[in-house]
């Protein structure tokens, strides 16, 4: 395996600089809101110089966090003598790492991807590695790392078609961001390809791993699933999952024509982003429904057969109380969400044709017919006649063991950790000769 370059400097580098600094007071009016976490964002927290040798592993948020999970406690039992300082980009991730209560490991919010912020971090907290899940390339961020010689392992590496194309309009700043990464593991074979387009080394290019199949199945607040359970009958219930911008008036359409067929029928709706709560409920109130609130504490019932789920952190609640599972971001281009959390949670499936983040994924479970593929309104609408609770107890268990399939076959997160001791010894042995 060939040792990353020092990436050198690009004109479209110096312009991230530049707008950067340009950001720099809408960045000070957020820390000023922020108040308490202002010190994890300017690199402040932590230790002056981790005793522990530490290794940096950084999420965006809740999903790539609990993804990477089986990769930190693998570290963790393999390497008694690496710490882990875990940040991430929501006070809701900070809260989940912090809720695993795991030996040795820190969780702050990250720095933000300035220079002098990284430089801050990097002095307290000393990181041998850097591992980053998913799409968090930081331009300075990786930089930073290569200029210290430390190795930057990517896991669950993943690069749309859209995005990639972004990149190669900017050639030498995707080399310098290639050039800082010493491995990277894909979710698929499509993102492997595109970062091997962009000038990825092919000996820095380790097996394709999609880290969501591995990650253990979130478990529901109980004290919550015990009171709305009640009111929300598992056989009649949808949840829409992770929905975007263009997803909710069809599902809205297909639940009216379920709920005109069946007043028993329920729908949990669940945006991704929830600040798009008033906009949705608009929609709502379109479709001729009326709903509850979940950040108002509002019960759903049969005047208001719609649960308008605005609040974070509870998918496997919403798993747990529906039958059937409507996976978001794939009735419009973006790539669609995970399927793992419906199949460990015993739901039926459904998913629109946009499902390139997971694509070899819905294609085995839609060959198995564990998931139905839907199109549009009508076809959700056809697809909710069908499935009553013996379908759905079918479908689920098919999808259960078509993932279950997958995982066996698949290399897991123990590769990525054989990644990682090889990459630290080789940038140990450095320091050794270098010193």
């Given at each position: 395996m060939s040792p990353p370059a020092?990436?050198?400097?690009?004109?479209?580098?110096?312009?991230?600089?530049?707008?950067?600094?340009?950001?720099?007071p809408v960045l000070a009016l957020r820390l000023w809101r922020?108040?308490?976490?202002?010190?994890?964002?300017?690199?402040?927290?932590?230790?002056?110089?981790?005793?522990?040798?530490?290794?940096?592993l950084h999420g965006a948020s809740n999903g790539e966090l609990a993804s990477a999970r089986p990769v930190i406690e693998r570290l963790l039992a393999r390497r008694p003598d690496l710490a882990l300082v875990v940040t991430c980009n929501t006070l809701t991730g900070r809260a989940l790492v912090a809720g695993w209560d795991l030996p040795r490991?820190?969780?702050?919010?990250?720095?933000?991807?300035?220079?002098?912020?990284?430089?801050?971090?990097?002095?307290?907290?000393?990181?041998?590695a850097l591992i980053l899940i998913e799409s968090e390339l930081w331009p300075n961020r990786l930089s930073e790392m290569a200029r210290q010689g430390r190795p930057v392992l990517v896991a669950g590496a993943r690069l749309s078609a859209r995005s990639a194309a972004r990149?190669?309009?900017?050639?030498?700043?995707?080399?310098?961001?290639?050039?800082?990464?010493?491995?990277?593991?894909?979710?698929?074979?499509?993102?492997?390809?595109?970062?091997?387009?962009?000038?990825?080394?092919?000996?820095?290019?380790?097996?394709?791993?999609?880290?969501?199949?591995?990650?253990?199945?979130?478990?529901?607040?109980?004290?919550?699933?015990?009171?709305?359970?009640?009111?929300?009958?598992?056989?009649?219930?949808?949840?829409?999952?992770?929905?975007?911008?263009?997803?909710?008036?069809?599902?809205?359409?297909a639940f009216a024509a379920r709920y005109r067929a069946d007043p028993g029928a329920r729908l949990i709706?669940?945006?991704?982003?929830?600040?798009?709560?008033?906009?949705?409920?608009?929609?709502i109130a379109r479709a001729g429904l009326d709903h509850a609130t979940r950040s108002k504490g509002d019960p759903p019932g049969p005047a208001r057969p719609v649960l308008l789920a605005?609040?974070?952190?509870?998918?496997?609640?919403?798993?747990?109380?529906?039958?059937?599972?409507?996976?978001?971001?794939?009735?419009?281009?973006?790539?669609?969400?995970?399927?793992?959390?419906?199949?460990?949670?015993?739901?039926?499936?459904?998913?629109?044709?946009h499902v390139a983040n997971f694509a070899d994924t819905y294609a085995a479970l839609d060959r198995a017919g564990a998931a139905i593929p839907v199109a549009g309104a009508e076809d959700l609408a056809a697809a909710l006649a069908a499935l009553d609770g013996a379908e759905q107890t079918r479908r689920a268990a098919l999808a259960q063991r078509t993932i279950a399939a997958l995982r066996a076959e698949a290399p897991g997160p123990d590769t990525l950790v054989d990644a990682l001791d090889r990459l630290l010894t080789a940038s140990d042995a450095k320091d050794t000769c270098d010193g």
């Open positions: 020092r990436p050198s400097r690009s004109v479209a580098f110096q312009g991230y600089r530049l707008l950067l600094m340009l950001a720099a922020e108040g308490a976490q202002a010190s994890d964002r300017l690199g402040l927290a932590g230790p002056r110089g981790a005793r522990t040798p530490t290794v940096w490991v820190a969780v702050r919010l990250a720095p933000y991807d300035y220079l002098w912020t990284l430089r801050r971090f990097a002095a307290r907290w000393q990181p041998r990149w190669e309009r900017l050639p030498g700043l995707a080399r310098r961001l290639t050039g800082a990464i010493s491995y990277l593991s894909a979710q698929d074979a499509g993102s492997r390809d595109r970062f091997a387009a962009l000038g990825l080394p092919a000996d820095r290019i380790g097996p394709v791993i999609d880290l969501k199949a591995f990650a253990p199945a979130p478990v529901p607040d109980p004290d919550a699933l015990a009171r709305l359970a009640p009111l929300l009958p598992r056989a009649q219930t949808l949840l829409a999952a992770s929905t975007h911008e263009g997803e909710e008036a069809p599902v809205l359409a709706l669940v945006p991704r982003h929830p600040r798009r709560a008033p906009e949705i409920a608009a929609l605005d609040t974070m952190g509870e998918m496997a609640l919403w798993v747990a109380l529906a039958g059937t599972s409507f996976v978001g971001g794939s009735l419009v281009p973006k790539g669609g969400h995970t399927p793992f959390e419906p199949a460990a949670g015993g739901s039926a499936i459904l998913h629109g044709p």
